[in-house]
């Protein structure tokens, strides 16, 4: 069964703390692997799409990255403004799989 | 560029009535979805579109129909609404399906 995990569900940091933020998944055909910014109230905004294995895409204090099996988000020196829920999603053929996401705090 | 546009933002319905959800593009983007969203569920894709006249279902289409007679309208109709149904929709397009979706800002929708 196709699957898509996200972890931490949580992550607080503190202003300039680096991390990442982890998406796995299990999916057979994949044809991209996508992150979304989703603010609370707010439809998910667009922020990436990976399609092979060792592709990276930056964006500010923002950086994808993908393997066979994973992908991070990397986010360096973050701000406050930082803080907002970040999906990932898969694509396989019609469909798009959508994890549960990580909901990040960014503390001043 | 208006993007995605819901409407309306906020409903509340009763047990057994019906309602349509709008969504439009401007964006000329031949593939639309609907997604519904529940807490700590992620989201979950009811019907999709890949042009005019062509719909198709998703993960979880029971309770709900959709039509696609234009390129930018993609309304999503909700018939005997159930508390089952509770939940933040979102109307999202794209111009493929391996490009990043547009989403529009969600109907959240209450069955009581």
């Known amino acids: 069964e196709d699957q898509v995990t996200q972890s931490p569900e949580a992550l607080r940091l503190q202003e300039g703390e680096s991390s990442s933020l982890n998406c796995s998944y299990t999916?057979?055909?994949?044809?991209?692997l996508f992150w979304y910014r989703q603010d609370p109230g707010k439809g998910p905004e667009f922020l990436f799409t990976?399609?092979?294995a060792g592709e990276e895409k930056e964006k500010e204090r923002l950086k994808a990255t993908l393997t066979k099996k994973e992908s991070f988000l990397h986010i360096t020196a973050p701000k406050p403004e930082d803080s907002a829920t970040y999906l990932c999603?898969?694509?396989?053929?019609?469909?798009?799989?959508f994890g549960t996401g990580t909901s990040l705090t960014v503390i001043p | 560029n208006a993007g995605v546009t819901q409407t309306p933002k906020f409903r509340i319905l009763k047990i057994g009535q019906s309602m349509t959800l709008q969504c439009a593009q401007d964006?000329?983007?031949?593939?639309m979805y609907w997604y519904r969203q529940d807490p700590g569920m992620g989201l979950k894709l009811i019907y999709y579109?890949?042009?005019?006249?062509?719909?198709d279902k998703g993960e979880v289409p029971n309770g709900y129909n959709v039509s696609r007679s234009t390129t930018e309208d993609f309304p999503l109709r909700l018939e005997l609404a159930a508390p089952s149904q509770t939940s933040v929709y979102f109307c999202?397009?794209?111009?493929?399906?391996?490009?990043?979706?547009?989403f529009g800002s969600g109907t959240r929708l209450t069955v009581v």
């Open positions: 999202a397009s794209s111009f493929s399906e391996v490009y990043g979706y547009t």
């Open positions: 999916v057979s055909g994949l044809r991209g």
């Open positions: 990976l399609y092979s």
């Open positions: 999603a898969v694509g396989t053929g019609n469909q798009f799989y």
């Open positions: 964006m000329n983007h031949n593939y």
């Open positions: 579109s890949v042009g005019a006249g062509i719909t």
